[in-house]
């Protein structure tokens, strides 16, 4: 998935389960209980506790409580393998 990361516009493709955990425990602008279950569903699909669909689910609840935006501006369909 690729999301809008500023207020100018800039965006960031986020395409796999490492890439949504670097994101979430080094850029994140906020911490909160969101961001914490999404990084505990994202450890837990990379231990096949999980299926990667609830961590998806949990990345993209995270991403729009931090402010973060879904870019549908291109045809990008993508999201967190």
């Given at each position: 998935?690729?999301v809008?990361?500023?207020?100018?516009?800039?965006?960031?493709?986020?395409?796999?389960?490492?890439?949504?955990c670097?994101?979430?425990?080094?850029?994140?602008?906020?911490?909160?209980?969101?961001?914490?279950?999404?990084?505990?569903?994202?450890?837990?699909?990379?231990?096949?506790?999980?299926?990667?669909?609830?961590?998806?689910?949990?990345?993209?609840?995270?991403?729009?409580?931090?402010?973060?935006?879904?870019?549908?501006?291109?045809?990008?369909?993508?999201?967190?393998?």
């Amino acid at each position: 998935m690729t999301v809008v990361v500023s207020p100018n516009g800039n965006t960031q493709k986020i395409s796999t389960i490492e890439q949504a955990c670097y994101w979430l425990r080094k850029k994140w602008p906020v911490s909160d209980r969101k961001r914490d279950f999404a990084l505990d569903q994202i450890d837990a699909a990379m231990h096949c506790l999980v299926p990667v669909g609830t961590a998806r689910k949990a990345f993209i609840s995270a991403a729009r409580t931090a402010g973060f935006m879904p870019d549908h501006t291109g045809a990008d369909t993508a999201a967190i393998c």
